[in-house]
């Protein structure tokens, strides 16, 4: 692995507004190519904020990031060239086939306009979307819809892919496929930020382990290091413990309890 940082953030804040709470309060981080970052926190904690700012898709905040050396408050569309970014909730433009998405996002991202084409039919083959590469994108499942997505984040052979709860309505085979595609991307050097509420798939696919908490980091390390530093068995365990979250069963047993009592009387 190459010594070189390819995401440097130092000292990141950022709120919403003057009025309210810091959302990140003193970020800082150091991330090299080939890494594959697990980044994972509890609801709230900045999870998609990081990652937004990180694409310039929010501004006001406190810090610096550097991507590829360079401040993106100085640089903000060069770099977008060499990063591909799968969100959580991503609005596609419903009314275009698959295939003019696809050749929309091949043309802004520069890619061989004689390639194209091929490139599309064969990667929405694999992913197996083929047969409707033609029809609107309204009449896609929720899964086609992510496939789509991931083609189009990947299409331009990024340098970082910024993935943000991707799995969204796949099935179990893609997301085999899914997990296997980015071990061998991060074989070829490319730098994988994973945001996900999913333990135990960030478990198996990170080498590198972010735990955020109420907007700072709590923990950094292989899953190795965390559970020895939470004494605990499971990702999903030390996560609950390095969070201080263990009420779950307590909050589980009382839900279902409500479930089934009666309210009492107003008269007794």
């Known amino acids: ?50 990652i937004k700012l990180l694409l310039n898709l929010l501004s006001g905040y406190e810090g610096k990031i550097e991507i ?9 569309v060069n770099y977008k060239f060499k990063i591909g970014y799968v969100p959580e909730n991503g609005e596609l433009y419903e009314n275009l086939t698959g295939a003019e998405l696809l050749e929309f996002f091949g ?30 994108i309204s009449s896609y499942s929720k899964g086609m819809k992510q496939k789509l997505l991931i083609i189009s984040a990947l299409l331009h052979n990024p340098e970082i892919i910024f993935l943000d709860e991707p ?28 945001s996900s509420h999913l333990m135990d798939v960030v478990e198996k696919i990170s080498d590198r382990i972010i735990l955020l908490n109420k907007g700072k980091i ?10 020895k530093k939470s004494k605990s068995g499971s990702l999903e ?23 089934t009592s009666s309210p009492k009387d107003k008269s007794e």
């Open 68 to 76: 590829f050396g360079k401040d993106i408050r100085l640089d903000k």
């Open 218 to 227: 709590i923990a950094d390390g292989t899953f190795e290091e965390i559970k």
């Open 1 to 50: 692995m190459e010594n070189e940082v390819v995401i440097r953030i130092q000292d990141l804040k950022f709120k919403f507004s003057e009025e309210s709470n810091y959302v990140l309060n003193g970020i800082n981080l150091e991330i090299f190519p080939g890494q594959v970052i697990g980044y994972i926190g509890p609801n709230g904690a900045g999870k998609t904020t990081t």
């Open 167 to 194: 799995l969204n309505g796949l099935d179990a085979n893609s997301v085999q496929i899914f997990k296997e595609m980015l071990a061998l991307l991060a074989k070829e050097g490319k730098t994988i930020f994973y």
């Open 237 to 259: 365990d030390a996560f609950s413990q390095l969070t201080g979250f263990n009420e779950s069963n307590k909050v589980a047993e009382d839900f279902v309890n409500s479930l």
């Open 107 to 136: 043309k802004i991202y520069k890619v061989e306009p004689k390639e194209l084409p091929q490139k599309i039919n064969k990667l929405a083959s694999l992913l197996e979307i083929s047969d409707s590469i033609n029809e609107r």
